[in-house]
């Protein structure tokens, strides 16, 4: 919109769409698309002189609006003339929406003061109307003009002053569940009310076996739970074979004295169960044989499970036990790589105890060939001399060692004592047989060693 119409619109059109409805127009009073001239209904529109009428339209000025070569027209009219061909439609000057402006203020109150009656044909009629600024306030409030139901839904416009009475009996309106005091939440619309009753979980119903003798009345969402308890609900016969349906008081009666399908004892000495409706050919003879035949079954079935059964523990153990010799040959296996691995550790720990020995021994030489002011020689560099050994006295160990190479890795030994145990020689200390690796690692200990 231009400035012009946007502010003329603006206030112009109050609500024209209430839920695709067209409503009557705030300031004419009559229904009208918003783009439409306003639809005022004149107390006397043949005494409107010329001059105060749109050239456009023929129709009484509103909103009037001035072009620059002195025309006055209605501001809706002039803007779509102009857009249209751009030059006034009297002197065809050319013009744009731009040019437009504001008549004088004496003019405006000379054309709101046009008589206008209201279009729901109320009181004014009989007063001859209102001035045309004042009728959008008498609308507003005006008992009979049409406004629309606020009910989705309903297409129905009524008189302002009947829109309380249409509510009240509008199939449109939501209404409370009748039942809403015993839980229901539902809002249903007036004329599905009577749906939701039937369907409603809070609706107080009698029980679905009334027809056969039950009194009691409930919620219906409370039927189902009723039904599992209720004495006059219809179930079926618990014997097998029976396809009988009775009421719930009644099964038990049925069930222990009626049924042909019951179960009973053989009366006849056998004492075989079976079911009424055969008590008339039983034979006991038969009847044992049977019985007989079937234990006699049942038993070689039996066997047959406990043969299996025994094989398939033989296989387990079997297997279990070449598990176990396979985890004792893998014991054996770490045992001797650590050995192998301690033995290796403690000939490089003698040797580099040996090593810084000799390079000790060297150091103090060279040192003392400088303080006496002559070169050390190679003459003067310590020998080799082979060391004195000792052997270890630890049970398990029993090998020769340097003192001066022993170190907390050198032995590995059993700490505990050999016994007799199950007809196998072992150590106490830790259950293995008679000249297996030690299970401890320390220094060699000899008589005269710590």
């Known amino acids: 919109l231009s400035f012009f ?37 004149y107390a006397t529109e043949d005494a409107i002189s010329e001059e105060m009428r749109d050239p456009i339209d023929k129709r009484p000025i509103f909103d009037p609006k001035d072009l620059p070569c002195g025309h006055t027209f209605s501001s809706a009219s002039i803007i779509a003339h102009l857009r249209a061909h751009g030059a006034c439609p009297v002197d065809h000057e050319k013009y744009s929406e731009r040019d437009l402006s504001n008549p004088s203020a004496s003019l405006r109150r000379i054309l709101d003061a046009l008589k206008v ?47 309380t009475a249409h509510i009240a009996s509008c199939p449109h309106t939501p209404v409370p569940c009748p039942h809403k005091g015993n839980g229901c939440t539902a809002t249903p619309l007036r004329k599905e009310e009577a749906a939701h009753d039937s369907v409603c979980d809070f609706a ?53 004295r009626e049924c042909d399908h019951r179960t009973i004892s053989c009366t006849q000495g056998c004492g075989a169960a079976m079911q009424a409706c055969d008590s008339r050919t039983h034979n006991c003879v038969a009847s ?92 003067s560099l310590p020998v080799a ?22 170190h907390a890795l050198a032995c590995r030994f059993h700490p505990g004592q050999l016994r007799m145990r199950n007809s196998i020689l072992d150590f106490n200390c830790c259950n293995r047989p008679d000249g297996s690796p030690g299970c401890a690692v320390g220094k060699h200990v000899a008589d005269d060693s710590e």
Request: glycine residues 8%; positive net charge; charged residues 20%.
């Open 5 to 41: 119409e946007s502010q003329s619109r603006d206030s112009v059109f109050i609500t024209f769409v209430n839920q695709g409805k067209m409503a009557s127009c705030g300031i004419c009073g009559v229904s009208h698309a918003p783009s439409a001239p306003h639809g005022f209904v």
């Open 117 to 163: 009656v209201c279009p729901n044909k109320c009181s004014l009629l009989a007063v001859g109307g209102v001035p045309r600024d004042q009728l959008a306030a008498h609308i507003t409030d005006c008992p009979l003009a049409p406004v629309p139901c606020p009910n989705v839904g309903c297409p129905g416009a009524v008189a302002r002053q009947s829109l």
């Open 204 to 256: 107080i119903v009698p029980c679905e076996n009334k027809s056969a003798g039950c009194r009691e009345t409930m919620a219906r969402r409370l039927l189902a739970e009723h039904n599992t308890t209720c004495a006059y609900h219809k179930v079926p016969c618990t014997n097998s074979g029976c396809s009988k349906k009775l009421l719930r008081k009644e099964l038990g009666g049925h069930v222990e």
């Open 288 to 379: 044992l044989r049977q019985a007989v035949a079937a234990a006699e079954g049942l038993a070689v079935a039996l066997k047959d499970e406990l043969t299996e059964t025994r094989i398939a523990a033989h296989t387990q153990l079997a297997a279990h036990e070449d598990a176990i010799a396979a985890l004792q040959r893998r014991v054996r296996d770490s045992d001797e790589r650590i050995e192998a691995l301690i033995s290796l550790l403690g000939r490089a720990v003698g040797e580099h105890h040996n090593f810084a020995r000799a390079l000790t021994d060297t150091a103090g030489i060279l040192t003392d060939a400088r303080r006496r002011g002559r070169p050390a020689n190679s003459g």
């Open 385 to 406: 001399v082979e060391e004195p050994t000792q052997q270890c006295e630890h049970m398990g160990c029993d090998r020769a060692f340097v003192p001066k190479s022993n």
